[in-house]
């Protein structure tokens, strides 16, 4: 049974930095692609950021591109996103977001078949 589990969620100050986690379990290898979404309240989801766990090919959103760094643990099914420079404007749930096929365009939510339960992010003064 696959599972994705986040950490690393919180409240910052503009400008601050903050590193989310997620792990995921149940995979037989790691030809996975695992990414981050977002979503604001009243907002749809949005893709942030996706690595190929096997090569670590990545992807990010120009929204985030220069500020956010997606990485992964070697060896293992994790990844993590940096968070630099955050802007009130980041302030969202964030969710880690698995495709072990990858079939489909890397922002959208349809292609991955496996999800966390989210972390809140805030950013405020």
């Known amino acids: 049974q696959v599972q994705l589990v986040e950490s690393g969620g919180g409240s910052v100050q503009p400008g601050g930095s903050l590193t989310l986690s997620c792990a995921a379990s149940g995979f037989t290898s790691n030809r996975i692609w695992m990414a981050w979404f977002r979503q604001a309240p009243e907002k749809e989801r949005e893709a942030v950021a996706i690595?190929?766990?096997?090569?670590?090919?990545?992807i990010y959103s120009d929204s985030v591109k220069g500020r956010f760094t997606i990485s992964r643990e070697n060896g293992e099914n994790r990844v993590y996103l940096l968070m630099n420079n955050l802007a009130p404007e980041d302030t969202a749930m964030y969710y880690c977001a698995a495709d072990a096929t990858g079939l489909g365009a890397w922002y959208s939510a349809g292609r991955y078949q496996y999800w966390g339960q989210g972390t809140q992010v805030t950013v405020s003064s």
């Open positions: 690595m190929m766990i096997a090569t670590g090919t990545t």
